[in-house]
């Protein structure tokens, strides 16, 4: 398996624009988590779906972000309008029942 | 009260010393635990897990968890330079089938 797989893995953008991050997990993984990283902040839970339903999206901000899991092997993380303040890597990591998370190598999202 | 917490470091150990890295965590019921390290521009990948009090070695690396005091550390031995990175300890609270991580320690092994 290749992994979990994330595109783009760099984004520039300008604010008030919309920004998809998009995420295929590994094949059989039944749990699929949105992470946010910045300096200040570190890992920050935005959004997680077991078997493609949401089960806790406390951390996402539903003013302009919205997260979705059409199949079980592609999910969209959609910033609108994207703003400075949300510059940062975005991290897809899946995993199977209690496991392990694997990680995405990220996307780098960059407002200006 | 952050519900997982660490010390940025920068923690500076000398090559072939044990690094020895805390975590402490508020959830009293939290059941499982994970160390992950994570090189600079890169993602995360795990170390070590452990789910039962007490010590869990693995090669170089030893996971040890107290739950009544509500800490999991990580030792490492015989430091490398190539261990030079950030810790994320992660915890999954109890009800949950989500991962917290802390904010991370910086491990520097001076050669």
């Known amino acids: 398996d290749a992994g979990v797989i994330q595109s783009p893995r760099h984004e520039v953008t300008e604010m008030g624009q919309e920004v998809t991050l998009r995420c295929k997990p590994i094949s059989g993984h039944d749990y699929l988590f949105w992470y946010r990283q910045t300096m200040m902040q570190g890992l920050e839970l935005l959004v997680y779906f077991n078997n493609k339903a949401v089960m806790d999206d406390s951390g996402m901000p539903k003013d302009r972000f919205s997260a979705k899991m059409p199949n079980a092997s592609f999910s969209t993380l959609k910033i609108q309008p994207s703003e400075p303040r949300d510059s940062a890597v975005y991290f897809c990591a899946s995993r199977w029942a209690n496991t392990e998370a694997f990680f995405g190598q990220g996307t780098r999202l960059t407002v200006v | 009260q952050k519900e997982v917490e660490q010390n940025s470091g920068p923690l500076s150990v000398p090559e072939g010393a044990i690094a020895s890295l805390n975590c402490t965590y508020s959830d009293r019921g939290s059941q499982s635990f994970f160390w992950y390290r994570q090189y600079s521009g890169k993602s995360p990948e795990l170390i070590m897990f452990?789910?039962?009090?007490g010590d869990k070695e693995d090669g170089r690396f030893t996971a040890q968890l107290n739950k009544a005091s509500q800490y999991v550390s990580l030792l490492i031995r015989d430091s490398q330079p190539s261990d030079s990175a950030t810790y994320l300890c992660?915890?999954?609270?109890?009800?949950?089938?989500?991962?917290?991580f802390g904010t991370g320690t910086r491990l520097k092994v001076l050669a």
């Open positions: 992660a915890v999954n609270p109890s009800g949950t089938y989500k991962y917290i």
């Open positions: 452990i789910y039962s009090n």
